[in-house]
Protein backbone atom coordinates (compact mmCIF):
# COMPACT_ATOMS: atom_id res chain seq x y z
CA UNK A 1 0.00 0.00 0.00
CA UNK A 2 2.74 2.29 0.91
CA UNK A 3 4.32 1.74 -2.77
CA UNK A 4 1.17 2.32 -4.59
CA UNK A 5 0.61 5.97 -2.68
CA UNK A 6 4.44 6.68 -3.69
CA UNK A 7 3.49 5.79 -7.43
CA UNK A 8 0.64 7.52 -7.30
CA UNK A 9 2.45 10.38 -5.56
CA UNK A 10 5.13 10.18 -8.18
CA UNK A 11 2.60 10.48 -11.33
CA UNK A 12 0.97 13.55 -10.32
CA UNK A 13 4.23 15.46 -8.84
CA UNK A 14 5.80 17.81 -11.16
CA UNK A 15 9.39 19.16 -10.59
CA UNK A 16 9.07 22.55 -9.05
CA UNK A 17 10.48 25.47 -11.32
CA UNK A 18 13.22 27.50 -10.21
CA UNK A 19 10.09 30.35 -10.24
CA UNK A 20 7.98 28.73 -7.98
CA UNK A 21 7.14 30.25 -4.78
CA UNK A 22 9.16 28.58 -2.06
CA UNK A 23 11.66 27.04 -4.30
CA UNK A 24 14.33 26.28 -2.37
CA UNK A 25 17.95 27.32 -4.50
CA UNK A 26 20.27 24.65 -3.77
CA UNK A 27 23.35 24.32 -6.11
CA UNK A 28 23.12 21.99 -8.81
CA UNK A 29 26.56 20.09 -7.78
CA UNK A 30 25.93 19.40 -4.37
CA UNK A 31 22.34 18.13 -5.06
CA UNK A 32 23.45 15.76 -7.38
CA UNK A 33 26.26 14.65 -5.13
CA UNK A 34 23.69 14.23 -2.60
CA UNK A 35 21.23 11.91 -4.72
CA UNK A 36 24.10 10.12 -5.94
CA UNK A 37 25.01 9.50 -2.00
CA UNK A 38 21.54 8.17 -1.55
CA UNK A 39 21.81 5.77 -4.67
CA UNK A 40 25.09 4.20 -3.82
CA UNK A 41 23.80 3.96 0.08
CA UNK A 42 20.68 2.12 -1.21
CA UNK A 43 22.86 -0.13 -3.56
CA UNK A 44 25.29 -1.15 -0.71
CA UNK A 45 21.97 -2.15 1.32
CA UNK A 46 20.92 -4.24 -1.77
CA UNK A 47 24.16 -6.26 -1.94
CA UNK A 48 24.53 -6.87 1.69
CA UNK A 49 21.15 -8.23 1.25
CA UNK A 50 19.76 -5.70 3.95
CA UNK A 51 16.69 -5.87 2.08
CA UNK A 52 13.72 -4.16 3.90
CA UNK A 53 16.67 -0.80 4.59
CA UNK A 54 16.97 -1.35 0.71
CA UNK A 55 13.60 -0.75 0.02
CA UNK A 56 13.18 2.50 2.35
CA UNK A 57 16.61 3.59 0.78
CA UNK A 58 15.02 3.29 -3.09
CA UNK A 59 11.59 4.99 -1.96
CA UNK A 60 13.44 7.50 -0.36
CA UNK A 61 15.44 8.64 -3.24
CA UNK A 62 13.05 7.98 -6.14
CA UNK A 63 11.16 11.36 -5.65
CA UNK A 64 14.31 13.04 -6.18
CA UNK A 65 14.76 11.39 -9.41
CA UNK A 66 13.55 13.41 -12.41
CA UNK A 67 10.52 11.88 -14.14
CA UNK A 68 11.42 8.99 -16.30
CA UNK A 69 13.59 6.59 -16.81
CA UNK A 70 15.82 7.09 -13.86
CA UNK A 71 12.59 7.13 -11.23
CA UNK A 72 10.95 4.07 -12.94
CA UNK A 73 14.30 2.26 -12.36
CA UNK A 74 14.21 3.30 -8.40
CA UNK A 75 10.72 2.58 -7.91
CA UNK A 76 11.52 -0.68 -9.80
CA UNK A 77 14.16 -1.57 -7.39
CA UNK A 78 11.54 -1.03 -4.49
CA UNK A 79 9.08 -2.97 -6.46
CA UNK A 80 11.58 -6.08 -7.05
CA UNK A 81 12.50 -5.82 -3.01
CA UNK A 82 9.40 -5.87 -2.31
CA UNK A 83 8.94 -9.30 -3.93
CA UNK A 84 11.64 -10.67 -2.90
CA UNK A 85 10.53 -10.53 0.55
CA UNK A 86 7.92 -11.93 0.41
CA UNK A 87 9.96 -15.14 -0.41
CA UNK A 88 11.93 -14.49 2.72
CA UNK A 89 8.22 -13.78 4.50
CA UNK A 90 6.12 -16.97 3.13
CA UNK A 91 8.62 -19.44 3.66
CA UNK A 92 9.22 -18.17 7.00
CA UNK A 93 5.33 -18.27 7.52
CA UNK A 94 5.25 -21.73 6.73
CA UNK A 95 8.22 -23.30 8.61
CA UNK A 96 6.53 -21.80 11.86
CA UNK A 97 3.11 -23.17 10.50
CA UNK A 98 4.67 -26.40 9.45
CA UNK A 99 7.61 -27.51 11.74
CA UNK A 100 10.00 -29.85 9.73
CA UNK A 101 8.63 -28.93 6.22
CA UNK A 102 12.08 -27.66 5.24
CA UNK A 103 14.63 -30.11 7.03
CA UNK A 104 14.93 -31.86 3.29
CA UNK A 105 16.29 -28.50 2.51
CA UNK A 106 18.40 -28.16 5.51
CA UNK A 107 16.67 -24.88 6.50
CA UNK A 108 15.15 -24.00 9.84
CA UNK A 109 13.77 -21.06 11.69
CA UNK A 110 14.92 -17.57 10.50
CA UNK A 111 14.26 -13.93 10.62
CA UNK A 112 14.29 -10.89 8.08
CA UNK A 113 17.61 -11.02 7.43
CA UNK A 114 19.41 -14.63 8.38
CA UNK A 115 18.33 -18.27 7.90
CA UNK A 116 19.14 -21.15 9.79
CA UNK A 117 20.89 -22.96 7.19
CA UNK A 118 22.56 -26.62 7.69
CA UNK A 119 22.62 -25.86 11.49
CA UNK A 120 24.02 -22.23 11.02
CA UNK A 121 22.98 -19.27 11.42
CA UNK A 122 23.16 -17.47 7.01
CA UNK A 123 22.33 -14.30 5.29
CA UNK A 124 19.09 -14.96 3.42
CA UNK A 125 21.35 -13.20 0.65
CA UNK A 126 23.86 -16.50 0.83
CA UNK A 127 21.22 -19.17 0.57
CA UNK A 128 21.41 -20.68 -3.03
CA UNK A 129 18.59 -19.70 -4.97
CA UNK A 130 18.15 -23.50 -6.13
CA UNK A 131 17.38 -23.81 -2.02
CA UNK A 132 15.20 -20.63 -2.37
CA UNK A 133 12.98 -22.02 -5.12
CA UNK A 134 12.88 -25.41 -3.78
CA UNK A 135 11.53 -23.92 -0.40
CA UNK A 136 8.79 -21.83 -2.25
CA UNK A 137 7.51 -24.50 -3.95
CA UNK A 138 7.14 -26.68 -0.86
CA UNK A 139 5.52 -23.99 1.04
CA UNK A 140 2.97 -23.20 -2.40
CA UNK A 141 4.36 -19.52 -2.69
CA UNK A 142 2.03 -16.55 -3.64
CA UNK A 143 2.28 -15.05 -7.47
CA UNK A 144 4.54 -12.08 -5.75
CA UNK A 145 6.77 -14.91 -4.00
CA UNK A 146 7.20 -16.32 -7.86
CA UNK A 147 8.25 -12.63 -9.13
CA UNK A 148 10.36 -12.60 -6.07
CA UNK A 149 12.70 -16.12 -7.42
CA UNK A 150 12.97 -14.24 -10.29
CA UNK A 151 13.97 -11.03 -9.04
CA UNK A 152 16.29 -13.05 -6.86
CA UNK A 153 18.48 -14.53 -9.87
CA UNK A 154 18.22 -11.02 -11.50
CA UNK A 155 20.06 -9.65 -8.62
CA UNK A 156 22.41 -12.15 -7.28
CA UNK A 157 22.51 -15.41 -9.86
CA UNK A 158 24.98 -16.30 -12.15
CA UNK A 159 24.95 -15.43 -16.02
CA UNK A 160 23.16 -18.37 -16.61
CA UNK A 161 21.13 -17.94 -13.30
CA UNK A 162 20.10 -14.43 -15.05
CA UNK A 163 19.44 -15.92 -18.29
CA UNK A 164 17.44 -18.43 -16.85
CA UNK A 165 15.47 -15.57 -15.19
CA UNK A 166 14.86 -13.26 -18.39
CA UNK A 167 13.42 -15.82 -20.23
CA UNK A 168 10.61 -16.19 -17.14
CA UNK A 169 10.43 -12.79 -16.74
CA UNK A 170 9.68 -12.90 -20.19
CA UNK A 171 6.98 -15.48 -20.07
CA UNK A 172 5.34 -13.48 -17.14
CA UNK A 173 5.45 -10.32 -18.60
CA UNK A 174 3.83 -12.06 -21.74
CA UNK A 175 0.78 -12.86 -19.48
CA UNK A 176 0.53 -9.88 -17.76
CA UNK A 177 1.57 -11.28 -14.71
CA UNK A 178 4.33 -7.81 -14.31
CA UNK A 179 3.79 -4.68 -14.88
CA UNK A 180 5.97 -3.25 -18.34
CA UNK A 181 7.49 -0.63 -15.86
CA UNK A 182 9.01 -3.24 -13.40
CA UNK A 183 10.24 -5.77 -16.08
CA UNK A 184 12.16 -3.18 -17.84
CA UNK A 185 14.00 -2.02 -14.74
CA UNK A 186 14.44 -5.84 -14.12
CA UNK A 187 15.93 -6.17 -17.31
CA UNK A 188 18.22 -3.15 -17.20
CA UNK A 189 19.46 -4.36 -13.36
CA UNK A 190 20.36 -7.41 -14.83
CA UNK A 191 22.17 -6.25 -17.64
CA UNK A 192 24.15 -3.88 -15.65
CA UNK A 193 22.75 -0.96 -17.81
CA UNK A 194 20.76 2.59 -17.42
CA UNK A 195 16.90 2.13 -17.64
CA UNK A 196 16.56 3.18 -21.39
CA UNK A 197 13.98 5.59 -23.14
CA UNK A 198 10.83 3.63 -24.10
CA UNK A 199 12.25 0.57 -22.23
CA UNK A 200 12.67 -2.52 -23.90
CA UNK A 201 10.39 -5.22 -26.28
CA UNK A 202 10.50 -8.62 -26.57
CA UNK A 203 11.35 -10.39 -29.77
CA UNK A 204 11.53 -14.58 -30.11
CA UNK A 205 12.04 -14.11 -26.56
CA UNK A 206 14.76 -11.73 -26.20
CA UNK A 207 14.63 -8.56 -24.44
CA UNK A 208 16.02 -5.45 -27.00
CA UNK A 209 16.15 -1.81 -26.53
CA UNK A 210 12.86 -0.65 -28.01
CA UNK A 211 14.83 2.38 -30.20
CA UNK A 212 16.97 -0.49 -31.50
CA UNK A 213 14.38 -3.07 -32.16
CA UNK A 214 15.06 -2.22 -36.24
CA UNK A 215 18.41 -3.78 -36.14
CA UNK A 216 18.60 -7.09 -38.21
CA UNK A 217 20.25 -10.41 -38.29
CA UNK A 218 23.46 -8.71 -37.83
CA UNK A 219 22.75 -7.38 -34.48
CA UNK A 220 21.05 -10.82 -33.49
CA UNK A 221 24.61 -12.07 -33.99
CA UNK A 222 26.07 -9.33 -32.46
CA UNK A 223 24.16 -9.66 -29.27
CA UNK A 224 24.55 -13.88 -29.27
CA UNK A 225 28.62 -13.07 -29.59
CA UNK A 226 28.29 -10.63 -26.24
CA UNK A 227 25.86 -13.29 -24.63
CA UNK A 228 28.45 -15.84 -24.88
CA UNK A 229 30.82 -13.58 -23.79
CA UNK A 230 28.78 -12.40 -20.96
CA UNK A 231 28.00 -15.82 -19.43
CA UNK A 232 31.73 -17.30 -20.34
CA UNK A 233 33.33 -19.79 -17.76
CA UNK A 234 37.33 -18.51 -16.99
CA UNK A 235 38.42 -21.24 -19.14
CA UNK A 236 36.43 -19.86 -22.11
CA UNK A 237 35.72 -15.73 -21.90
CA UNK A 238 39.48 -15.08 -23.76
CA UNK A 239 38.26 -16.99 -27.27
CA UNK A 240 34.60 -15.69 -26.31
CA UNK A 241 36.26 -11.72 -26.10
CA UNK A 242 38.52 -12.74 -29.45
CA UNK A 243 35.45 -13.90 -31.25
CA UNK A 244 32.68 -10.70 -30.28
CA UNK A 245 35.56 -8.70 -31.28
CA UNK A 246 36.05 -9.80 -34.03
CA UNK A 247 32.60 -8.68 -35.74
CA UNK A 248 34.21 -5.46 -36.08
CA UNK A 249 33.52 -1.86 -34.51
CA UNK A 250 30.57 -2.74 -33.29
CA UNK A 251 32.00 -6.13 -31.67
CA UNK A 252 34.82 -3.98 -30.02
CA UNK A 253 32.22 -1.79 -28.87
CA UNK A 254 30.03 -4.18 -27.51
CA UNK A 255 33.05 -6.00 -25.84
CA UNK A 256 33.87 -2.92 -23.90
CA UNK A 257 30.40 -2.64 -22.86
CA UNK A 258 30.38 -6.31 -21.67
CA UNK A 259 33.46 -6.09 -20.16
CA UNK A 260 32.40 -3.28 -18.05
CA UNK A 261 29.36 -5.44 -17.13
CA UNK A 262 31.95 -8.11 -16.16
CA UNK A 263 33.97 -6.08 -14.18
CA UNK A 264 30.90 -4.38 -12.23
CA UNK A 265 29.23 -7.67 -11.72
CA UNK A 266 32.43 -8.90 -10.32
CA UNK A 267 32.69 -5.66 -7.70
CA UNK A 268 28.79 -6.01 -6.63
CA UNK A 269 29.81 -9.75 -6.09
CA UNK A 270 32.51 -8.55 -3.55
CA UNK A 271 29.91 -6.62 -1.59
CA UNK A 272 27.21 -9.19 -1.30
CA UNK A 273 27.06 -11.40 1.88
CA UNK A 274 29.64 -10.86 4.75
CA UNK A 275 32.76 -11.91 3.64
CA UNK A 276 33.56 -8.04 3.01
CA UNK A 277 32.94 -7.07 6.29
CA UNK A 278 34.86 -9.87 7.74
CA UNK A 279 37.24 -8.84 5.63
CA UNK A 280 36.96 -5.52 6.51
CA UNK A 281 38.10 -6.73 10.23
CA UNK A 282 40.95 -7.79 9.45
CA UNK A 283 42.12 -5.08 7.65
CA UNK A 284 41.65 -3.01 11.50
CA UNK A 285 43.55 -5.77 13.08
CA UNK A 286 45.98 -4.89 10.93
CA UNK A 287 46.46 -1.44 10.85
CA UNK A 288 46.47 -2.24 14.85
CA UNK A 289 49.25 -4.91 14.37
CA UNK A 290 51.19 -2.02 12.13
CA UNK A 291 51.27 0.39 14.99
CA UNK A 292 52.69 -2.05 17.58
CA UNK A 293 54.91 -3.42 15.50
CA UNK A 294 56.48 0.11 14.65
CA UNK A 295 56.66 0.85 18.53
CA UNK A 296 58.59 -2.41 18.85
CA UNK A 297 61.40 -2.01 16.30
CA UNK A 298 61.37 1.42 16.55
CA UNK A 299 62.27 1.02 20.23
CA UNK A 300 64.17 -2.24 19.16
CA UNK A 301 66.67 -0.14 16.63
CA UNK A 302 67.40 2.94 18.94
CA UNK A 303 71.21 2.20 19.95
CA UNK A 304 70.89 5.04 22.54
CA UNK A 305 68.14 3.74 24.36
CA UNK A 306 68.65 0.15 23.45
CA UNK A 307 72.12 0.17 24.03
CA UNK A 308 74.77 -2.21 23.49
CA UNK A 309 77.30 -3.47 25.16
CA UNK A 310 75.08 -3.14 28.26
CA UNK A 311 77.47 -4.63 31.01
CA UNK A 312 80.81 -3.27 32.66
CA UNK A 313 83.57 -3.17 31.57
CA UNK A 314 82.53 -2.64 28.37
CA UNK A 315 79.87 -0.32 29.29
CA UNK A 316 79.60 2.43 32.42
CA UNK A 317 78.30 0.84 35.84
CA UNK A 318 75.97 2.97 36.13
CA UNK A 319 74.32 3.23 32.12
CA UNK A 320 74.19 -0.24 33.02
CA UNK A 321 71.89 -0.09 35.34
CA UNK A 322 68.96 1.53 32.92
CA UNK A 323 69.42 -1.89 30.63
CA UNK A 324 67.20 -4.43 32.28
CA UNK A 325 64.36 -1.52 32.17
CA UNK A 326 64.18 -0.20 28.75
CA UNK A 327 65.19 -4.57 28.00
CA UNK A 328 61.11 -4.61 29.69
CA UNK A 329 60.11 -2.09 27.96
CA UNK A 330 61.15 -4.04 24.57
CA UNK A 331 59.78 -7.57 25.76
CA UNK A 332 56.45 -5.47 26.66
CA UNK A 333 56.33 -4.02 23.20
CA UNK A 334 57.27 -7.44 21.50
CA UNK A 335 54.46 -9.17 23.47
CA UNK A 336 51.83 -6.83 22.43
CA UNK A 337 52.70 -7.53 18.90
CA UNK A 338 52.64 -11.22 19.61
CA UNK A 339 48.83 -11.01 20.99
CA UNK A 340 48.08 -9.34 17.90
CA UNK A 341 48.90 -12.02 16.02
CA UNK A 342 48.61 -14.90 17.72
CA UNK A 343 44.74 -13.63 17.90
CA UNK A 344 44.03 -13.01 14.43
CA UNK A 345 40.48 -12.46 12.81
CA UNK A 346 39.75 -14.10 10.10
CA UNK A 347 37.74 -14.06 6.67
CA UNK A 348 36.23 -17.03 4.92
CA UNK A 349 36.69 -16.78 1.39
CA UNK A 350 33.07 -18.07 -0.28
CA UNK A 351 33.54 -19.46 -3.81
CA UNK A 352 31.43 -16.92 -5.13
CA UNK A 353 33.95 -14.18 -3.24
CA UNK A 354 36.92 -16.22 -4.86
CA UNK A 355 35.45 -16.06 -8.17
CA UNK A 356 35.08 -12.29 -8.33
CA UNK A 357 38.30 -11.68 -6.96
CA UNK A 358 39.61 -14.16 -9.96
CA UNK A 359 37.26 -11.37 -12.10
CA UNK A 360 38.32 -8.33 -10.80
CA UNK A 361 41.96 -9.45 -11.74
CA UNK A 362 41.15 -10.80 -15.32
CA UNK A 363 38.73 -7.75 -16.21
CA UNK A 364 41.65 -5.01 -14.78
CA UNK A 365 44.03 -6.63 -17.19
CA UNK A 366 41.59 -7.25 -20.29
CA UNK A 367 40.43 -3.45 -19.94
CA UNK A 368 43.46 -1.83 -19.44
CA UNK A 369 45.08 -4.00 -22.53
CA UNK A 370 42.29 -2.28 -24.66
CA UNK A 371 43.33 1.13 -22.78
CA UNK A 372 39.78 0.89 -21.39
CA UNK A 373 38.67 3.19 -18.41
CA UNK A 374 37.36 1.84 -15.60
CA UNK A 375 36.18 2.95 -12.23
CA UNK A 376 36.82 1.38 -9.38
CA UNK A 377 33.75 1.08 -6.51
CA UNK A 378 34.40 3.64 -4.09
CA UNK A 379 32.82 1.21 -1.66
CA UNK A 380 35.32 -0.83 -1.91
CA UNK A 381 38.89 -0.83 -0.12
CA UNK A 382 41.38 -0.52 -2.57
CA UNK A 383 43.44 -3.61 -0.55
CA UNK A 384 40.31 -5.83 -2.08
CA UNK A 385 42.96 -6.45 -5.50
CA UNK A 386 45.37 -8.05 -3.34
CA UNK A 387 43.78 -10.39 -1.51
CA UNK A 388 45.06 -14.07 -2.61
CA UNK A 389 41.33 -15.78 -4.60
CA UNK A 390 43.10 -18.82 -4.35
CA UNK A 391 42.73 -19.04 -0.15
CA UNK A 392 39.89 -20.18 1.58
CA UNK A 393 41.00 -18.15 4.83
CA UNK A 394 42.56 -15.16 4.99
CA UNK A 395 43.82 -13.64 8.47
CA UNK A 396 47.00 -11.85 9.34
CA UNK A 397 49.32 -13.85 8.00
CA UNK A 398 48.06 -13.67 4.49
CA UNK A 399 46.42 -10.14 4.82
CA UNK A 400 48.36 -7.71 1.63
CA UNK A 401 47.36 -4.44 2.03
CA UNK A 402 48.57 -4.07 -2.21
CA UNK A 403 50.46 -5.83 -4.89
CA UNK A 404 53.90 -5.42 -3.68
CA UNK A 405 53.13 -6.98 -0.11
CA UNK A 406 50.62 -10.00 -1.97
CA UNK A 407 54.34 -10.39 -3.87
CA UNK A 408 56.14 -9.81 -0.69
CA UNK A 409 53.68 -12.78 1.16
CA UNK A 410 54.46 -15.58 -2.23
CA UNK A 411 57.94 -14.65 -1.43
CA UNK A 412 57.91 -15.64 2.16
CA UNK A 413 55.98 -18.83 1.20
CA UNK A 414 58.56 -19.50 -1.82
CA UNK A 415 61.60 -19.37 0.93
CA UNK A 416 60.17 -21.42 3.07
CA UNK A 417 59.18 -23.96 0.85
CA UNK A 418 62.84 -23.76 -0.58
CA UNK A 419 64.23 -24.06 2.67
CA UNK A 420 62.51 -27.38 3.31
CA UNK A 421 63.41 -28.78 -0.26
CA UNK A 422 66.96 -27.55 0.71
CA UNK A 423 67.14 -29.51 4.17
CA UNK A 424 65.89 -32.73 2.31
CA UNK A 425 68.86 -32.60 0.02
CA UNK A 426 71.44 -31.63 2.57
CA UNK A 427 73.74 -34.49 3.41
CA UNK A 428 73.14 -36.51 -0.30
CA UNK A 429 74.49 -33.61 -2.59
CA UNK A 430 77.91 -33.18 -0.60
CA UNK A 431 76.73 -30.42 1.50
CA UNK A 432 76.25 -31.14 5.42
CA UNK A 433 72.76 -31.53 6.86
CA UNK A 434 71.30 -29.46 9.36
CA UNK A 435 70.26 -31.58 12.38
CA UNK A 436 66.64 -30.79 14.20
CA UNK A 437 67.43 -28.31 16.42
CA UNK A 438 69.70 -26.60 13.83
CA UNK A 439 66.76 -26.14 11.67
CA UNK A 440 64.32 -25.41 14.25
CA UNK A 441 66.45 -22.26 15.04
CA UNK A 442 66.06 -21.00 11.28
CA UNK A 443 62.35 -21.68 11.69
CA UNK A 444 61.75 -19.85 14.99
CA UNK A 445 63.78 -16.83 13.66
CA UNK A 446 61.79 -16.44 10.58
CA UNK A 447 58.55 -17.10 12.66
CA UNK A 448 59.98 -13.79 14.43
CA UNK A 449 60.54 -11.95 11.54
CA UNK A 450 57.43 -12.72 10.02
CA UNK A 451 55.58 -11.79 13.09
CA UNK A 452 57.27 -8.01 13.22
CA UNK A 453 56.78 -7.85 9.47
CA UNK A 454 60.33 -8.76 8.21
CA UNK A 455 60.79 -10.78 5.15
CA UNK A 456 62.19 -14.26 5.85
CA UNK A 457 65.48 -16.07 5.22
CA UNK A 458 66.42 -18.43 2.91
CA UNK A 459 69.08 -21.56 4.52
CA UNK A 460 72.60 -21.39 2.74
CA UNK A 461 74.76 -24.22 3.09
CA UNK A 462 77.96 -21.90 3.43
CA UNK A 463 76.72 -20.01 5.95
CA UNK A 464 75.83 -23.43 7.66
CA UNK A 465 79.38 -24.40 7.32
CA UNK A 466 80.87 -21.26 8.69
CA UNK A 467 78.25 -21.02 11.66
CA UNK A 468 79.11 -24.89 12.84
CA UNK A 469 82.44 -24.62 12.40
CA UNK A 470 82.42 -21.88 15.44
CA UNK A 471 80.53 -23.31 17.33
CA UNK A 472 82.84 -26.15 17.25
CA UNK A 473 85.51 -23.85 18.21
CA UNK A 474 83.62 -22.43 20.77
CA UNK A 475 82.92 -26.36 22.10
CA UNK A 476 86.27 -27.09 22.27
CA UNK A 477 88.17 -23.93 23.64
CA UNK A 478 85.52 -22.71 25.28
CA UNK A 479 86.49 -19.20 24.16
CA UNK A 480 82.84 -17.79 23.70
CA UNK A 481 82.73 -15.02 21.65
CA UNK A 482 82.82 -14.07 17.96
CA UNK A 483 86.48 -13.66 17.26
CA UNK A 484 89.03 -16.53 16.80
CA UNK A 485 93.39 -16.54 17.26
CA UNK A 486 93.57 -17.69 13.73
CA UNK A 487 93.71 -14.28 11.46
CA UNK A 488 91.97 -16.20 8.68
CA UNK A 489 89.04 -16.79 10.42
CA UNK A 490 89.21 -14.19 13.21
CA UNK A 491 85.87 -12.22 12.61
CA UNK A 492 82.36 -13.27 10.97
CA UNK A 493 83.13 -12.21 7.57
CA UNK A 494 86.58 -13.99 7.68
CA UNK A 495 85.09 -17.17 8.63
CA UNK A 496 81.98 -16.80 5.97
CA UNK A 497 84.45 -15.62 3.03
CA UNK A 498 86.55 -18.74 3.96
CA UNK A 499 83.42 -20.88 3.20
CA UNK A 500 83.15 -19.01 -0.09
CA UNK A 501 80.56 -16.49 0.96
CA UNK A 502 81.52 -12.74 0.18
CA UNK A 503 78.11 -11.07 1.50
CA UNK A 504 77.44 -11.89 5.37
CA UNK A 505 79.04 -10.53 8.84
CA UNK A 506 76.43 -10.51 11.22
CA UNK A 507 77.00 -13.12 13.94
CA UNK A 508 74.84 -14.15 16.86
CA UNK A 509 76.22 -16.26 19.70
CA UNK A 510 74.77 -18.14 22.87
CA UNK A 511 76.14 -20.56 25.26
CA UNK A 512 73.68 -22.54 27.56
CA UNK A 513 71.82 -26.09 27.75
CA UNK A 514 68.29 -24.44 26.75
CA UNK A 515 68.00 -25.55 22.81
CA UNK A 516 66.76 -23.27 19.97
CA UNK A 517 64.04 -21.62 21.71
CA UNK A 518 66.35 -20.95 24.54
CA UNK A 519 69.23 -19.50 22.38
CA UNK A 520 66.67 -17.46 20.55
CA UNK A 521 65.11 -15.81 23.68
CA UNK A 522 68.18 -14.74 25.18
CA UNK A 523 69.28 -13.08 21.53
CA UNK A 524 65.87 -11.12 21.93
CA UNK A 525 66.99 -9.95 25.38
CA UNK A 526 70.27 -8.92 24.17
CA UNK A 527 70.63 -5.35 22.50
CA UNK A 528 73.06 -5.99 19.78
CA UNK A 529 71.96 -9.76 19.29
CA UNK A 530 68.38 -8.72 18.95
CA UNK A 531 68.92 -6.20 15.86
CA UNK A 532 70.68 -8.47 14.07
CA UNK A 533 67.62 -10.79 14.42
CA UNK A 534 65.59 -7.98 12.41
CA UNK A 535 67.93 -6.39 9.89
CA UNK A 536 65.71 -5.57 7.40
CA UNK A 537 67.96 -6.17 4.38
CA UNK A 538 69.22 -10.14 5.73
CA UNK A 539 68.02 -12.68 3.11
CA UNK A 540 69.96 -15.51 3.81
CA UNK A 541 71.41 -17.21 7.73
CA UNK A 542 71.99 -20.54 9.07
CA UNK A 543 72.55 -21.91 12.54
CA UNK A 544 74.91 -24.30 14.22
CA UNK A 545 75.28 -25.96 17.51
CA UNK A 546 78.11 -27.94 19.08
CA UNK A 547 77.53 -28.90 22.53
CA UNK A 548 76.15 -25.85 24.74
CA UNK A 549 77.34 -23.65 22.38
CA UNK A 550 75.36 -21.75 19.43
CA UNK A 551 76.51 -19.56 16.63
CA UNK A 552 74.10 -17.88 13.77
CA UNK A 553 75.13 -15.96 10.85
CA UNK A 554 73.68 -13.88 8.64
CA UNK A 555 74.01 -12.76 5.03
CA UNK A 556 72.20 -10.50 1.73
CA UNK A 557 73.43 -13.08 -1.00
CA UNK A 558 70.33 -13.64 -3.22
CA UNK A 559 71.24 -16.22 -5.61
CA UNK A 560 68.89 -18.34 -4.24
CA UNK A 561 65.92 -16.28 -5.42
CA UNK A 562 66.34 -17.95 -8.75
CA UNK A 563 65.22 -21.19 -7.04
CA UNK A 564 61.91 -19.73 -5.83
CA UNK A 565 58.60 -21.49 -7.17
CA UNK A 566 56.51 -17.81 -7.08
CA UNK A 567 53.50 -20.02 -6.82
CA UNK A 568 50.51 -18.84 -4.30
CA UNK A 569 49.76 -21.56 -2.26
CA UNK A 570 46.59 -22.61 -0.55
Given at each position: ??L??????????????????????F?A?????????????????E??????Q?R????????????????D???G????????L?I?????A?????????????????D???????????????????????????????????????????????P??????L?D????????????????????????????????V????????T?????????????????????????????????L????P???AR??Q??????K??L??????????Q?????????D??????A????????E????????P??P?????????????????????????????????????????????????A??????????????????????P???????TS???????????????A????????????????????????????????????????????W?????????????????????????????R??P????K?????L??????????????G??????????????????T???????????????N???????????E?????
Amino acid sequence: MVLAALLLTLASRAIPSPTAPGFLPFPAIAEQQDVESQLAHARRREARGDLAQAREAWLGVAPRLPLGPERDAAVGAARAIEDRLAIREEVRAFAAAVPGAFDALGLGPGDEDWIEFGGERMPWVEVDIDVLRRAVKIAKGSARAKRGLVQEALARGTPAEKRAALTDLARMFEKGEMPPVDAFAAVARARGEDLPAGGYVLVKGTWRRTADEARAAESAALEEAALTFEDAEPKSRDAALAKLEARGPEGVARAAQVLGGRWKGALAALQRGTVLEQLEHVAAQRTDLDQRRAAALKLIFDEERYFYPYNPPECPPERAKLYAGVQQEVDGLVEAVRETWRAPKRARLSSAFRAGLEEIAWSRGAQAARKLAFAWDAGLPAWIEAIDPSRDVVDLTSFALDAREAADLARDRAVIAFNEAAWKRAGTDGVGAPNAEERRQVEITNAYRAMLGRRVLAWNPKIQAAAQKHADYMSLTGDFGHFEPDPARHAPEDRLKAEGYALGGSENCHAGDSGAEGAHVGWTHSSGHHRNLLIATHREMASGIAGPYWCQNFGAGREFEAQLELKPAR
